[in-house]
């Protein structure tokens, strides 16, 4: 059964930093696109950063400049580092993996943003 593990949320001032970490396990398949998604209070879900099935990588206009997405292919993991964190972030933050044409998605960390 696959899995997907998220790591990283917490609390955070703003202005701060994190590093939310996401692990795939259960797959004999390497997932074709992984990415990061969230989803506030009251709100949809939405796209934070995903790689491409091309390997390019899509930001929402929200974090360009700010967070940064990378993957490590040998561990089937992707990160995600947020850094210049606003209280407008705070959410909870999921992982996503495109595995054999079927989605797969995490639990979700959340990821507070408050003085």
């Known amino acids: 059964q696959v899995q997907l593990v998220e790591t990283g949320g917490g609390l955070v001032q703003p202005g701060g930093s994190l590093k939310l970490s996401c692990v795939v396990s259960g797959s004999i398949f390497r997932p074709s696109t992984m990415g990061w998604y969230r989803q506030a209070p009251r709100k949809e879900r939405e796209l934070v950063a995903t790689f491409t099935n091309i390997g390019g990588t899509n930001y929402a206009d929200s974090v360009k400049g700010r967070f940064t997405i990378s993957r490590d292919n040998n561990k089937d993991a992707v990160y995600l580092q947020m850094n210049s964190l606003r209280p407008e972030d705070t959410a909870v933050y999921y992982c996503?993996?495109?595995?054999?044409?079927?989605?797969?998605w995490g639990i979700g960390t959340l990821v507070t943003v408050s003085s």
């Open positions: 996503h993996a495109y595995i054999r044409w079927s989605n797969y």
